[in-house]
């Protein structure tokens, strides 16, 4: 099969597609063949060897896929071959075939298609964990999104909407608030250009914002962190623009609580949670409540140009890689 290959710890453009056997699925494992691969911020980070796992070499980037299950492991039961399946995955998502442990794949709904499928499990169950169980978002509140128009940014807009929550969306350009206001943001604060602090305040009538999703960081976390009314808790999702420190005081002043949210502890530590996730969103994706959008689909041969639309902040919402897509 083909697959994209990191054998060394370094650049995205050190990346090369190379014809490898395939995988053989372990125990309650299942072999995909894999129709669409979401792209992921992290998948760079993996690459550069900067990721919290580093996979034997040589290995395959990709955190997520859908596809048909191909071949089942020992003890595998819950699925079939044939069976229309997306997954989480450790690595190994940008290959024809990629291997997924059983506890962590999920049916495709009717009607989703393999694109929004390969794009739907990190950014949306990432996103709805840190909301659910540590922002514990409630109907009426305001929700700030940092970073609205990326891949969990744009999730997250989508899930404060249907959990009843006024979402102020924020982003760096024009063009990716309009996206955010597309995908149900009530309000609009272009960070690059206006206080995010006297924005969000003026918006809330001085009032502050309840829950802030914030896969950012850097110094807007501090301008986020002021942002935030009395009891207002920050969601802690990721460091596109560095590792910020918390001024303890600031937490103290308002009541406020900085919660860290990671996916692989509800993947490793509270599976039900996750598991709930899944269902509510697939739920809403039903109910016509989640509308994922997919800035970019290319051929897995543009791999390495597909992580690159991340990291050089070009990107909307998901890009995904498909194998049999023209061109490969
Ligand atoms: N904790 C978890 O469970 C979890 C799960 C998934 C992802 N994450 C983390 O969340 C972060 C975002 O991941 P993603 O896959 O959604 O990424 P993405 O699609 O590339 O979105 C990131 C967004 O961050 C903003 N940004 C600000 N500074 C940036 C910079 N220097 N470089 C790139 N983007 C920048 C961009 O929006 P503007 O241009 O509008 O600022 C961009 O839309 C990553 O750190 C990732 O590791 C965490």
């Known amino acids: 099969m083909r697959a994209v290959i990191c054998r060394a710890w370094g650049a995205v453009d050190d990346l090369t597609l190379e014809h490898v056997p395939a995988p053989i699925p372990g125990p309650k494992q299942l072999l995909i063949d894999v129709k669409a691969t979401g792209v992921n911020y992290a ?49 190994g998502g940008m290959a024809e075939r990629a291997l997924a442990d059983e506890v962590e794949t999920f049916a495709i709904p009717d009607g989703m298609p393999f694109d929004i499928a390969g794009a739907f499990p990190v950014a949306y169950v990432s996103s709805h964990v840190a909301i659910r169980w540590q922002g514990r978002l409630e109907p009426g509140e305001t929700l700030l999104v940092l970073g609205a128009a990326g891949g969990v940014g744009l999730a997250a807009v989508e899930i404060g909407k249907a959990m009843g929550a006024r979402v102020i969306a924020g982003a760096s350009t024009p063009e990716k608030l309009e996206r955010a206001r597309e995908h149900g943001a009530d309000a609009l604060v272009n960070y690059a250009t206006e206080s995010l602090t006297e924005r969000v305040m003026a918006l809330t009538n001085g009032k502050g914002a309840d829950v802030c999703f914030d896969p950012v960081g850097g110094p807007l976390f501090d301008a986020a962190l002021s942002s935030l009314g009395w009891g207002g808790r920050i969601l802690i999702i990721g460091f596109v623009g560095g ?5 303890a005081n600031r937490l103290l002043v308002k009541h406020r609580s900085a919660l860290g949210s990671a996916l692989r502890y509800f993947r490793w530590h509270a599976p039900d949670k996750l598991r709930r ?33 991340l990291t050089d902040r070009t990107a909307a919402g998901k890009v995904v890689v498909m194998p049999e897509l023209a061109g490969d």
Do not use: C, N
């Open 243 to 247: 590792i910020p420190s918390i001024p």
């Open 277 to 309: 996730s899944v269902e509510e969103l697939i739920a809403w994706y039903g109910a016509g409540k989640l509308a994922p959008y997919i800035s970019h689909r290319l051929p897995l041969s543009r791999s390495i140009e597909a992580i690159r639309l």
């Open 43 to 91: 998948d760079s980070i993996m690459v550069a060897g900067r990721y919290q796992t580093r996979p034997p070499f040589p290995f395959s980037p990709g955190l997520e896929t859908a596809g048909i299950v191909a071949a089942r492991g020992e003890g595998a039961s819950r699925y079939e071959p044939g069976d229309r399946v997306m997954a989480i995955l450790p690595y």
